[in-house]
Structure formats: C-alpha cells, structure tokens
C-alpha cells in the first residue's frame, strides 16, 4: 500500500472509533491483535473496518468499535505489554489471525480475565487447555493437516523423507501427529513399504537473522534423502528454503512440502530485490526467486468462486478505494471478515439477553478479576452457527470449529506473472479413506522445473567418500605382498572386491581406514566402550566396516548392519584318529528301518509277482493253468477219442489238445514290437531281458522292481564308500553334543573356543540348555592359532566361526569338521545407526546375491586347492527310510498300475470268451475265470498232500468244474463246450 493509503487508512479508522455513537446502541469494543511484521496487515485492518461498517450499518441494538493493537512477535515482553495496553479500552473480545504460538501466549493473558479470544489461523490440536477457556479456533486442527500430508506421500509413492520443523509448541504438536500417523501405517501388516522418516528441529529464535541451520542441512544433506516437509511458521520459511538452496537441495530431484502456514502466505516467501530501482518498482514487496518454482503446499479449501465470496471481494476491494490490489485480498482475509461478522451476530444476540444497563470492565484489565460477561459472550459462541463467505461455522465441546475440513493442494509455479500458489487437487475430510485426496491437475511442475514426479530417493552416492574401516583377515581382506600403505590398490580379497564393484555401481569413493587395535571389536562392560572396528564405527572415525562382521543382538544394541552378504555359522574340528574297526561296516549306509522295509518289499514283491503270473490271462502259467482247469485232456476228453486219437464229439474233428496248444504258444515267444519294448526296457535297468513275465501286468511289475533295486543298490554303494571314508578318519565323536555326553570322570576330549569372541556369546545366550554347556565348559584358547595347536596334539575339539575354519583348515587332511554347523549366522557390514547410506547399500547386496557374486568370490578367494579327500564327521549320512520313502513311492506307484492292467487283462479274456460262447453272460464268463484262478492259487498254496494227490484233485476238480460249465449251457452247444477246452485266447 502506498504511504498516502496508509495515512488515509489510519484517518478512517480513527474516525470510526472517535465517533460518538447513539445513545441509544449498546457499545462493544474489539480488540484486534495484529503482528506488526504480517504481510496482510493492511488487508486484515481493511477487512475489520468493511466488517464493523456492515455491522454498525445494519444493526439496531449494537455498535462495535475495533481496536487494533501492533505487536512485536519476536519479543515475548512486547507481546505481553501490548496485549495489556489493548484491555485498557474496555474490549469485549479480541480477534487475532497468528500462528499457535502467539496465540497461545494471548489466550493466557486474555482468558485469564475472563476475555473471549477468537483465533482465525491456530491450527495446533494442543493449544485448547483448561487455563485457556475462552478461545475458540476457527481454522481445521493440525490432526487434518498431517493426514494431508500422509495422503500426499502415498499418492506420490515417497517414503523415505525428513522432517524439518521449528521447536516451537505449533511445529512439535504438527510433527508429533504427522510422526505417529507413519508409525501407524507402517506398523500394519498389509502395507506394502514401510516409511523413513527423519525428525530435525531447529531453534524457534526471535532474530531470523540468527537462526542455525548448519548442523540440520549437513546431516539432510548426508542422508540421501530427496523429500523433505517444512513444518514451521511462515516468518522463518523463506530463511530455511534459501539455506537449503545454497547446498544444492532445492534441485530437480528433489522435493519440498511447505504446510498451510506458509503457503496461505507467500509473501513470507519474498525476497528483496538486489538493486533499490528494482525494489522501488515493486513497491518494496520483492519477489520470488525462480528456484522456489516447484515447491507442493496445502491451504485451507475456500471456495472462492460462490456468489458470496466474489461479492465480499468485490465490495471489500471498492471499500479500500484503490488501497489494496487484487493479490492482497485472499482467503486469509475473508476469514478475518467472517470472523468480524460472526462476532457481530454473537453480540447481537448477547445484547438482547442482556439484563445489566451497562458493561463493567473494571475486572478485564491485566491482573483484574475478570470481565463479567465473558463466559455468558463466549457461550453465545458455543450456540450458535454463523454461515459467512468462507463457510458454516460451528464449534463442538473443544471450542473448534466442527466444519468439514478440506485443503487445496497446490504447486508454487509461474503463470506468467510471477511465482503463484496454484491449485492442482483437493483434501476433504467427509471422504471415505484412499478416496480424501484427488490430483485434478497432472500438468504439475516440481524443483527444478521437472515436469515428472521424482522418485523421492537417491539411487546413487555421487560425491560422497566413504571412510571404511577394515582389517587384515583373509581370505576377506588381505594386502598385496611389499604394500604398507592403506591405498586402496594395495588391498585384495573378498571385501575389497565388494567395495570396488559397488563403488563403480552407486557412483562414490572411499578409503581404507585400519584400527589401532586390529580387532572387530568387544564391549568394555565396565567402561561402557567397544575396541577396534566397531567403536571406530560409533565414535564416527569411519563410515562403514567393509568385513565379515557377525551380526548378534549385542552388537546391534550399538550398530546397524546391511543385509548379509554371505552365511557363516559355528562349527567344530577335531583331529582324525586311528582306524576303528566294525565288524558290521557293511549294514551302515542304511538305517536299520532302512533295512526292514526293503525286506518286507521283497516278500511283498515275490507274493504280488506270483499272484499276477496266475490271474493274468495272458501270462505263461496263467494261459497253461488255465487250459490245464477247464480241459485236462487224458481225462476229460481222452474217453471221446477213436483208435486213431482224434476225438468226435458227433459234431466235427479236432486233433489238436487245447493244454497241448497253450504250452506250444507259450514256448514259442517272437521278437514283435511289445517283445522288443520289454527287451529295450529290461537293458535300461541292466537287465537281459529275457522275456520271463508274458502279460502287461507281470512285466510292469518286474520293471518297478529291478528300477527299485537299481536305485537301492547304487545309493548303497555310494554310502558305503562315503562310511568307509569316515572311518578312516577315525573320530568317535560324530556331533558337538557328543563332547557332553563323555562320563564326567573319564572326559577324553576336550573342547574350546575364543571365550571373549562373538560365537561364545551366541552359545551362551542361545535356548538350547546344549550350547550353553558346551560354552560354559569349554577351555578359553585365547586365540585362533592357540585353538588349532591344541587340535593337532589330538584330543581336542576346537569351535569355531564355520568360514574361518573351512579357509584355514582345506589344507590340514588330518582335520575334519564334526557334526553340522551348530548355529547358521548372517555375516554383514556394519553401519552407524540411522545411516543415510543403508538402503542404497542393502539394495546392491541383495542384487548381488542374486546374481551369485558373493558365491563367485567365495569360491575365488575362500576355497583353496587341496588333494585331500574331506568329509564331515557324523552319523546324519545314515539313509533312513524317511530319505529314502521317494523310492518306495515309486515302488507302490509301479504296483498300482500292475493291478490296473490285470483288471483289464481278465475283462479283456472275458470278452474274448463271451464272443466265443453267447449262451452265458459276460459277468458270467468273467466270474468263472476269476474262481478257476482263485482255485489254482488255493491249490498251489495250501494243498497239503504230495505232488500226485495235487495234481489228481486238480482234475477232479476240473472235471467237475468243466461238467458244471456244460451244464450252464444247458449242454446244447457242444460246438461250445469244445472251444472251451481248444481255443484259449492268447497274445501275439
């Protein structure tokens, strides 16, 4: 506003408060307390003087007088002193439009008197106290802003961010609310990413020029991060976005959300113009520099385009007279309006239930008793509901506004006039959750001028050098033979390999750094410190230990660690002895349930094999017995023959015996193509093939089996060699546990480990009752060599890390490994906590691991070349009949489709007999076959007699068999009963 403006603003206002009012309306002074720094101060006194006009115009029983009242915010003493000269004009409330903080500091001293604050801008969900009666807050809590803000990461896909904020009580209760929403949605199972966030709050000081932000961007600027929220007021965001700018963290990659507090007022974001002509061009107000273009805020939502709204601003705009420019009047300004006219209507209708004659505000003064009509003006607030230009209000038991709280989402871009606020989505709390937010305008312009989203995260170290500590333990870390140096060139080994490879992929560099002490490190537990690597780790003497650091629950109580880039454990060794003899060695490849089941499936087998051969219609004995039941020719059909051995039955000839016949088919077996497959078939499980089985049935049987024993056979041979090989060794002790097992007074091996080393922790803190003994009786050997020492004089069990002892044992054929490993631990590089570094530095391993690297360097630097014939010591190798049930499957599998080609064998026969003879029904004809089958079973097995008893039953019953098939065809087709006993169907 222009200085001839000003001087006529304060004219009209003074004359409104000097006019002497009608005797007739009752007076009500307001006090409005306005920063004397606020960048709306003239549109705020503009809008309380159009307001009480309107008031003062249209009311019959009320006058206000506004009294307005400069403060200095940076000076607490101010602030109070200005507040007390303002209650020495008898205000019946007061109207303030700052932030939470001074708001706070005024409502202790108004409502301690009894005095009505009404608050236009206060967000913080904390402010409302018991001390604090009488305030009301018109603008939407904090709460909503911070699920704002979730809602906008989300959409983005941005998690990983760091929240700058001031250290007052309106930027600690944001922060606070904003934190325990991502911890909520980070703690759900379903959640799909978790969220980083780092907290950094900065000294709130009066003086912006002494404001510190040294130590909060240095750390900002380690962390790799690309998101950052500025939570403060908006008096210190300018002084915060221009430090940060100055580093570099206001470039295209990244990303800033500024809160409502400052993008409701972006011209706390000016700067002032380098030159004066500049500066007296743009009337002193200055300007937005062009890298703030791309800055993401909230407001408040008003809806600026209703009938109202335009009304307000147009009336308001000719009400100043030209004062005030288009860009000055905005939703921060209607809100104090509306503030103003509810006050009106309030007091209105306080005035009507008024019963005193007059106001006494001897009691509102600082220090005074109390304004006696301050709760009685305050609930008329409480009651009632004021519909303005910038929506409904109406308060609930908390005093805050119970208005459906909505927010614009905008983007700091230039329209051609300069840097603006613009509207690209909406908030609004009344909307069902994943539906509050919605992105209108895709046409967005983020830092930079990037007209695509960032990706929120780092995806390189560019510029940065890493310190990394590391030590000489090979085959991890090694230096180069004549190398005294800690360059980089002279280091090789498994880690160095993995510092190279990432340093080319995430773009960074680095250098080695050795501790004094070349150890990984303990806890001094009476100082408090670590030793070696990792304290030079958490004393922030290096970046990261590039070694095989173990990880335990103690070490992480201190340090973090990447994801593990390869697997070690805890192993014990010991020295082979001399050779112990078995008499049985031979039984040991299998377990003993082993044996039994393979015992019980040749008995099975031999049972089952028989019993097909002979229900199979199309098997060598199946065919000849068969023959031999239904027709035995010297007794049933010898007496019908003539003296020249035919036989006439008064039908027609037949020379040829039907026994005699099948026993002719089964000896003269051709090479046909179902032959030849069971000759390639038998030679694939190195059998001969000789056609033994003739029916499908039989010869799927076998071949399950000989495949069975060709497997059997072979896993027997490999474990046999593999447990003559252990006994060579000659170690008694077959696992770890066994060392305890030794009686107490005759303990011939001993055993020990590093007592002060990481893997004696892990024993003795570990469930198993087992490994807390073997630690707690085990031999301290101080070190690696002591250990190894005391395993070659023998006798001597020495545990171990599993991959030190592997590298340094490969080479010692006398030394062997017991058991398994006793514990399997992931092997890391260690970090300080919260480093910035560690999710780009997880990603790369768990790429590496994938592609095989680690396993690639293991093999390259960890194994070494070595004749000897290794093995572990154990009795695991025994193959029990759970290892080897696979097999009997398969085994049960071959038996099952065996059955289903007899069924079809004997259906298929019955068919065959059926077409021969249709006097009698299929079923008929199967039934027969079936009891003819069973008989010569029952026959084989439980015949009691000899050979000739045998086979004369066998005739009989034959006989008698054959007379009662004739009878079923009612002895009419003779032609019949003679294919009965000649022609019996047979494969060819």
């Known amino acids: 506003m222009a200085p001839a403006g000003r001087i006529l603003l304060v004219l009209i206002v003074t004359a409104v408060v000097v006019l002497e009012p009608r005797e007739a309306l009752t007076q009500y002074n307001i006090g409005i307390m306005i920063n004397r720094a606020d960048n709306y101060l003239d549109s705020f006194k503009t809008a309380v003087l159009y307001a009480t006009d309107r008031i003062n115009n249209q009311s019959t029983s009320i ?46 001293i108004f409502n301690r008197i009894n005095v009505p604050l009404i608050s236009t801008s206060a967000t913080d969900p904390n402010l409302k106290t018991g001390d604090r009666s009488e305030l009301l807050m018109m603008a939407p809590s904090d709460e909503y802003q911070a699920v704002v803000i979730l809602d906008i990461l989300t959409y983005y896909g941005w998690t990983d961010l760091s929240i700058i904020a001031s250290d007052s009580n309106y930027g600690i209760h944001g922060v606070t609310k904003l934190q325990q929403l991502l911890s909520e949605i980070t703690a759900k199972d379903d959640i799909v990413e978790e969220f980083d966030v780092d907290v950094h709050f900065f000294n709130a000081v009066e003086d912006i020029d002494r404001l510190d932000l040294a130590d909060i961007l240095k750390n900002v600027e380690r962390s790799l991060e690309r998101v950052f929220v500025l939570h403060c007021e908006d008096r210190y965001a300018r002084a915060v976005l221009q430090k940060a700018q100055k580093i570099g963290l206001l470039e295209g990659t990244f990303v800033w959300i500024v809160t409502e507090g400052i993008s409701s007022a972006p011209n706390s974001l000016l700067m002032d113009h380098p030159d004066p002509p500049a500066r007296k061009a743009k009337r002193s107000k200055g300007y937005h520099p062009a890298w703030m273009g791309g800055l993401l805020g909230l407001s408040i939502y008003i809806n600026t385009t209703t009938p109202q709204y335009k009304e307000f601003k147009s009336n308001l705009m000719k009400f100043a007279n030209g004062f005030l420019e288009d860009a000055d009047i905005n939703t921060v300004t209607a809100i104090m309006y509306d503030a103003v006219m509810m006050t009106g209507t309030v007091l209105e209708n306080h005035d009507s239930d008024r019963v005193e004659s007059e106001m006494d505000h001897s009691g509102g003064r600082c220090g005074g008793s109390g304004f006696n009509e301050g709760h009685t003006i305050f609930d008329h607030f409480t009651n009632s509901t004021y519909k303005g230009v910038t929506g409904t209000y109406s308060f609930n038991a908390e005093d805050q506004t119970t208005k459906v709280a909505s927010y614009n989402v905008l983007n700091f871009v230039d329209d051609g006039t300069g ?11 009344d909307k069902i959750v994943g539906k509050r937010l919605e992105i209108t305008n895709r046409d967005q312009t983020f830092l930079g001028g990037m007209k695509s989203s960032p990706l929120g995260l780092a995806n390189n170290l560019e510029g940065q050098v890493l310190k990394i500590g590391i030590m000489e333990v090979p085959p991890f870390a090694m230096k180069k033979h004549g190398c005294t140096s800690n360059a980089i060139e002279c280091w090789i080994g498994i880690c160095p390999e993995i510092l190279h490879k990432m340093a080319r992929d995430l773009n960074f560099s680095y250098q080695f750094i050795q501790p004094k002490e070349k150890v990984y490190g303990s806890l001094n537990e009476a100082t408090g410190t670590w030793s070696g690597l990792i304290g030079d780790l958490i004393n922030n003497k290096i970046d990261m230990i590039a070694m095989d650091v173990t990880v335990s629950s103690e070490r992480r109580g201190w340090i973090a660690f990447t994801y593990s880039y390869i697997d070690t454990g805890i192993s014990v060794v010991m020295k082979g002895e001399s050779k112990t003899n078995n008499t049985f060695f031979f039984l040991t490849p299998f377990a003993i349930t082993t044996w039994f089941a393979i015992l019980i499936a040749i008995v099975a087998i031999a049972i089952l094999q028989n019993v097909f051969s002979k229900l199979s219609p199309f098997d060598k004995h199946g065919i000849v017995s068969h023959a031999q039941l239904i027709c035995k020719c010297d007794d049933c059909v010898g007496p019908m023959m003539d003296g020249e051995g035919k036989m006439k039955l008064g039908i027609e000839e037949v020379e040829v015996c039907l026994v005699e016949a099948a026993e002719e088919e089964v000896s003269s077996e051709k090479m046909s193509v179902y032959n030849a497959l069971w000759v390639v078939g038998s030679g694939f499980v190195g059998q001969g093939g000789e056609p033994l089985p003739r029916s499908p049935s039989g010869r799927t049987i076998l071949l399950t089996w000989w495949f069975f024993v060709l497997l059997i056979v072979n896993m027997y041979t490999a474990n046999l060699t593999a447990f003559m ?4 060794q000659g170690v008694p002790i077959k696992r770890a546990v066994d060392l305890l097992n030794q009686p107490p007074d005759n303990t011939v091996y001993k055993w020990g480990m590093i007592r002060d080393g990481v893997d004696a922790t892990l024993l003795k803190n570990h469930v198993r009752q087992q ?45 062997f490994t017991v058991g398994e490993r006793l514990l399997t631990i992931p092997t890391a590089f260690g970090l300080p906590n919260n480093s910035p570094h560690a999710r780009l530095l997880n990603k790369q391993i768990l790429q590496y691991r994938e592609e095989g690297f680690f396993t690639k360097l293991w093999d390259t630097w960890g194994k070494k070349d070595t004749m000897c014939d290794r093995g572990g010591v154990g009795d695991e190798a025994q193959l029990s009949f759970y290892t080897l049930k696979g097999i009997f499957y398969f085994l049960v599998l071959g038996l099952i489709i065996s059955f289903v080609f007899l069924v079809v064998e004997l259906v298929v026969a019955a068919a065959r007999d059926r077409a021969a003879s249709t006097k009698t029904t299929f079923w008929t004809k199967l039934k027969n076959r079936l009891a003819l089958k069973l008989r010569d079973i029952r026959l084989e097995w439980c015949s009691c007699g000899g050979k000739k008893r045998r086979s004369s039953t066998r005739r009989r019953s034959s006989a008698r068999r054959w007379t009662q098939m004739r009878r079923e065809d009612d002895r009419s087709d003779h032609n019949d009963a003679i294919t009965h006993c000649y022609l019996e169907p047979s494969i060819k």
Request: include cysteine; glycine fraction near 4%; charge should be negative.
């Open 63 to 108: 006058r206000i007088n506004p009294y307005f009242q400069l403060y200095n915010p940076q000076s607490v003493y101010h602030s109070v002193i200005s507040s007390c000269e303002l209650l020495e004009n008898n205000i019946s409330l007061v109207i303030s439009p700052d932030n939470s903080d001074i708001v706070g500091l005024q409502a202790d």
């Open 725 to 728: 090989t252990l006994d060579k």
């Open 419 to 429: 840097l603006h606020f613009n509207k690209i989505g909406s908030w609004s709390s």
């Open 771 to 815: 490994y807390q003994k073997l630690e707690e009786h085990s031999i301290d050997v101080g070190n690696f060599s002591s250990g190894m020492q005391l395993v070659q004089e023998g006798k001597f069990a020495y545990i171990e890390d599993s991959l030190w002892l592997e590298y340094n044992t490969s080479s010692s054929c006398d030394i």
